[in-house]
């Protein structure tokens, strides 16, 4: 697989990303929607769903804050992990031009945007190993309403499972109709603060669809959208029944006097993409 060709392939990633909301949030959507009582969460619901078909059809960005960008890659034993990174980059750049995307990268020092989406641990990239012979691509566009809700917190070590929905409730609550709400929740949970983060960081790249394998687990993740639903913020945080379309949690062992737990939003606008690149050039979009 030469650079050029793994280079155009993300950058058909990233507008795929940009445009297109997945099968199972379009789904949600339209459940909500047929379920949905209070009219002006009706119509909110009507708005998000027709941006959503005009984003689509025009190939445009779903939302003008196009967000962060996020890779995460899965490499098979022999694969030119820097080459990737600097392709992945390379792609970053023209795409933010021939989409265009709205250049998101400020330093957080001088407040200078470098106008390509590109800068220091910007976009992020995580590489993990895998057992096949194909190089494996997920790209996530976050955006920065839904990341500057975000809580973490440190839960007393014998709070247990009812804890959990109480901090996620209250994280909700106080984020209110700022992450453009219906969202989705990626919770993580035990590890220390920096293993909580990445496991809900990884939580949003679940389809909402899929319940964690753990039932104990699929049940929580039930329990809290059931929970989440009830606070009545609704669309937009306009009213209604519908706050939420999904919450998935991702756990992790945990040091016997820490409890870390960490919530973050992503607005209805869930932007995943995730390819598959084999060694003959072709790929096959997920």
């Known amino acids: 697989m030469d650079e050029e060709t793994l280079e155009r392939i993300i950058i058909k990633a990233i507008k795929r990303a940009a445009s297109t909301v997945p099968p199972d949030v379009k789904f949600a959507l339209s459940q909500a929607l047929r379920r949905e009582t209070n009219d002006i969460a009706r119509m909110q619901l009507e708005a998000v769903i027709e941006n959503i078909r005009?984003?689509?059809?025009?190939?445009?960005?779903?939302?003008?804050?196009?967000?962060?960008?996020?890779?995460?890659?899965?490499?098979?034993?022999?694969?030119?992990?820097?080459?990737?990174?600097?392709?992945?980059?390379?792609?970053?750049?023209?795409?933010?031009?021939?989409?265009?995307?709205?250049?998101?990268?400020?330093?957080?020092?001088?407040?200078?945007?470098?106008?390509?989406?590109?800068?220091?641990?910007?976009?992020?990239?995580?590489?993990?190993?895998?057992?096949?012979?194909?190089?494996?691509?997920?790209?996530?566009?976050?955006?920065?309403?839904?990341?500057?809700?975000?809580?973490?917190?440190s839960l007393p070590a014998g709070e247990g499972l009812g804890g959990i929905k109480r901090s996620v409730i209250k994280a909700v609550m106080k984020a209110g109709g700022g992450p453009c709400p219906p969202v989705v929740l990626g919770v993580g949970v035990g590890g220390g603060a920096y293993i909580a983060m990445k496991l809900a960081k990884r939580a949003l790249m679940r389809p909402i669809s899929e319940r964690n394998s753990d039932p104990r687990i699929a049940q929580l993740e039930n329990e809290i959208l059931e929970d989440v639903n009830r606070t009545g913020i609704g669309p937009m945080g306009l009213g209604g029944e519908t706050t939420a379309i999904g919450v998935n949690v991702e756990v992790a062992?945990?040091?016997?006097?820490?409890?870390?737990?960490?919530?973050?939003?992503?607005c209805y606008a869930v932007r995943r993409v995730k390819v598959k690149v084999f060694p003959d050039g072709k790929c096959q979009f997920e």
Do not use: M
Request: with cysteine.
């Open 54 to 153: 005009l984003a689509e059809e025009k190939k445009l960005p779903v939302c003008q804050d196009t967000g962060i960008l996020y890779f995460y890659v899965r490499l098979p034993q022999l694969a030119d992990a820097e080459l990737i990174r600097k392709t992945i980059l390379n792609a970053t750049i023209k795409a933010t031009y021939e989409i265009p995307l709205r250049p998101n990268a400020v330093d957080s020092v001088t407040g200078e945007n470098s106008g390509n989406n590109v800068g220091v641990n910007v976009p992020w990239i995580e590489f993990e190993p895998s057992g096949g012979d194909c190089v494996e691509i997920t790209v996530f566009l976050k955006g920065g309403g839904a990341d500057n809700v975000s809580a973490l917190e």
């Open 253 to 266: 062992h945990r040091h016997p006097a820490s409890y870390p737990l960490v919530v973050l939003f992503n």
